[in-house]
């Protein structure tokens, strides 16, 4: 009988339907996996990795990215910055400038950008406004894999404060749609009522932005989303997260049997507010960095099960809008969909504060489930994509902006030790980046619907 010819093999210490197979090799055939095999079978395959000693996983889903926010980054430059940084799925954010993902035409638009811009798979969300929430179910029609709502307003048109009114409304329509209801969770009111007073007192050096936007604006506006939720039964989503309490209360209501998600971020997990005398503007983002205990307590919940995902929030503003007169006049956001996986593998797993199972379940099992991407995305499985990472973890390696991809050429790791690193990225079975290198094509990368 003809042995059977496979597309491609890898063999490595390889993290399969969450089970880790030391010196296996993993079998791919048309895009898909076809299962994993003892290494001294006998295969056939027209290429053949050899990462002994190195960590093959399901590539990472990073489910909060701003590829058009700032139109000089585009899919282009995002989704090349995702490869070399291990990610093989980004879910991108629908607040593009100038007005946002709110109608089918403009999701129509953003769709074929990604087929002839992309690098890696893309899945997209739709911005929900007072004013649109008519288009909710049609945008659903369209492919959108959630949707996302401010309880801040951030900018009138790109993504604007929706009203409780609409708020209730919008999370009834959303659950009848069956996808998440994803909120930027700030107090609009008593943020701006604070930056106001401080603006009057003259006080806008780098910690007023942590000063204005105090812990309780973001637990209030939380513990809003969450009685809002439990009301309607919509699958509630909290971007963002960045203090523990916030994570406790969504803790609480899921105990209750409310349908919710939580995310953090890096940057939560690596700043405190002390930070922002030192590095200023640079991480100015929105919620703030908060007081040195949280990120101790935040990796703590992350050990435990209690966040869900870890997203980079990858915003890649011009480094000039980040170094202003004061810290208010200063774009909120920075960029890390290429830092995301090496970050928290260095920092997490080779420190001992996550294990690799949990790394996995944040980066990619996870935020592909609460999208409805899973089982095709996030999972190393027979018939999964074949989206696939293989991490290094001897690679020793200095953070340096000038490496990344993306536009921004800043980072706020900048000459950061990192143990660890991306050899390769792969995602339909194709090699998309290789040992510092992409080897990839614009284009390649596909719109993904949720399933």
Not at 159 to 177: K, N, Q, W, Y
């Amino acid at each position: 009988m003809r042995t059977r010819l496979f597309d491609l093999a890898i063999t490595g210490n390889i993290l399969f339907e969450g089970q880790l197979v030391l010196g296996g090799t993993l079998l791919v055939d048309k895009g898909r996996v076809s299962g994993i095999i003892d290494s001294a079978i006998h295969f056939e395959a027209k290429k053949h990795l050899h990462a002994e000693g190195k960590w093959v996983l399901p590539g990472v889903v990073d489910e909060h990215v701003h590829s058009l926010s700032y139109p000089g980054e585009g899919f282009c430059n995002s989704t090349q910055s995702a490869a070399a940084g291990g990610v093989t799925t980004i879910i991108d954010m629908p607040v593009d400038a100038p007005s946002g993902t709110a109608t089918p035409e403009t999701l129509k638009k953003k769709i074929a950008m990604v087929g002839q811009e992309s690098f890696i798979d893309v899945a997209l969300t739709g911005v929900v406004k007072n004013e649109t929430i008519h288009h909710i179910h049609a945008l659903k029609e369209e492919g959108v894999c959630g949707f996302k709502l401010s309880l801040f307003h951030t900018e009138a048109n790109r993504f604007p404060r929706i009203d409780d009114g609409h708020l209730l409304e919008a999370f009834s329509v959303i659950r009848e749609t069956g996808l998440t209801a994803g909120v930027h969770a700030e107090n609009d009111e008593l943020i701006k009522f604070l930056i106001e007073k401080h603006i009057r007192e003259g006080k806008t050096y780098p910690r007023a932005h942590c000063e204005t936007r105090p812990e309780v604006s973001e637990t209030e506006s939380v513990l809003k989303a969450l009685e809002f939720a439990r009301a309607t039964g919509v699958r509630l989503h909290l971007y963002h997260i960045s203090c523990s309490r916030s994570i406790e209360f969504a803790k609480r209501f899921k105990e209750e049997g409310c349908s919710v998600t939580t995310e953090t971020c890096p940057h939560y997990l690596f700043f405190s507010e002390e930070d922002m005398d030192r590095l200023g503007g640079t991480i100015r983002i929105n919620p703030p960095i908060r007081n040195r205990a949280e990120p101790d307590r935040l990796w703590a919940q992350l050990s435990h099960g209690e966040i869900d995902c870890v997203g980079s929030d990858h915003i890649p503003w011009p480094e000039e809008w980040k170094h202003r007169p004061t810290i208010f006049e200063c774009a909120s956001g920075i960029p890390g969909v290429e830092t995301l996986l090496p970050l928290l593998f260095s920092e997490g797993v080779l420190k001992g504060k996550i294990s690799m199972g949990t790394l996995s379940k944040i980066l990619s099992e996870n935020p592909a489930k609460i999208f409805k991407l899973y089982p095709r995305k996030g999972a190393l499985a027979i018939g999964s994509d074949a989206d696939i990472v293989i991490l290094d973890p001897k690679k020793r390696w200095v953070l340096r902006a000038d490496q990344m991809h993306t536009t921004a050429k800043w980072t706020p790791y900048e000459g950061m030790e990192i143990n660890g690193g991306v050899e390769t990225t792969i995602v339909r079975g194709r090699i998309i980046h290789h040992e510092a290198k992409t080897v990839g094509e614009k284009g390649y990368g596909m719109f993904i619907r949720p399933f």
